[in-house]
T-cell receptor, first 113, second 110 residues
Framework: DTGVSQDPRHKITKRGQNVTFRCDPI?????LYWYRQTLGQGPEFLTY????????KSRLLSDRFSAERPKGSFSTLEIQRTEQGDSAMYLC???????????FGPGTRLTVT | EDQVTQSPEALRLQEGESSSLNCSYT??????LFWYRQDPGKGPEFLFT???AGEEKEKERLKATLTKKESFLHITAPKPEDSATYLC???????????FGSGTQLTVLP
């Protein structure tokens, strides 16, 4: 399978704990995006990378959120001190630079109790 | 700020009953309008990209069209397996990420 993959698919955590998600993009894609989706809404942009450089961050991305893409391949999204409002589906997408078409992974469903 | 509004929020059709979903948008410098299909608990699946007014794309029972203010996703003779949420998104020159609408939840009854 050469699509975008995400791990884990589901995560249940207690409020105040830290969580980390991983995304592996399509291998030749050099742009990687993170989105958050809550029930009944479309995905909302969080941040994106071109290769290893983080080029844009949404104001939705509070100080508790950090994303990395250390070698320009896979990316991690960490949420520190989770809150119940962080419960959502976290989606990763990738694209080729210069192409607006983004391909999404299956998502990580986070539940904060 | 880019804005995307989809209507209706939900649509129930009988199998074979054709209909259209609407996506209206406000952007500065449209670089592309996208339609995605999303099944429950899964990530969005890419369907179409439209780049300029007047453009049309087709795939099986789906046809997407674009004007300067809106896009339509026409569904001809739908089947129950077409049941899903259909998302519309725009990519503009002022933003380098997709801005999504809230989606239309389509249910096709056998």
């Amino acid at each position: 399978d050469t699509g975008v993959s995400q791990d884990p698919r589901h995560k249940i955590t207690k409020r105040g704990q830290n969580v980390t998600f991983r995304c592996d993009p399509i291998s030749e894609h050099n742009r990687l995006y993170w989105y958050r989706q809550t029930l009944g809404q479309g995905p909302e942009f969080l941040t994106y990378f071109q290769n290893e450089a983080q080029l844009e961050k949404s104001r939705l991305l509070s100080d508790r959120f950090s994303a990395e893409r250390p070698k320009g391949s896979f990316s991690t999204l960490e949420i520190q001190r989770t809150e119940q409002g962080d419960s959502a589906m976290y989606l990763c997408a990738s694209s080729l630079a210069g192409s607006p078409e983004q391909y999404f992974g299956p998502g990580t469903r986070l539940t904060v109790t | 700020e880019d804005q995307v509004t989809q209507s209706p929020e939900a649509l129930r059709l009988q199998e074979g009953e054709s209909s259209s979903l609407n996506c209206s948008y406000t952007v500065s410098g449209l670089r592309g309008l996208f339609w995605y299909r999303q099944d429950p608990g899964k990530g969005p699946e890419f369907l179409f990209t439209l780049y300029s007014a007047g453009e049309e794309k087709e795939k099986e029972r789906l046809k997407a069209t674009l004007t300067k203010k809106e896009s339509f996703l026409h569904i001809t003779a739908p089947k129950p397996e077409d049941s899903a949420t259909y998302l519309c998104a725009v990519f503009s020159g002022s933003a380098r990420q997709l801005t999504f609408g809230s989606g239309t939840q389509l249910t096709v009854l056998p």
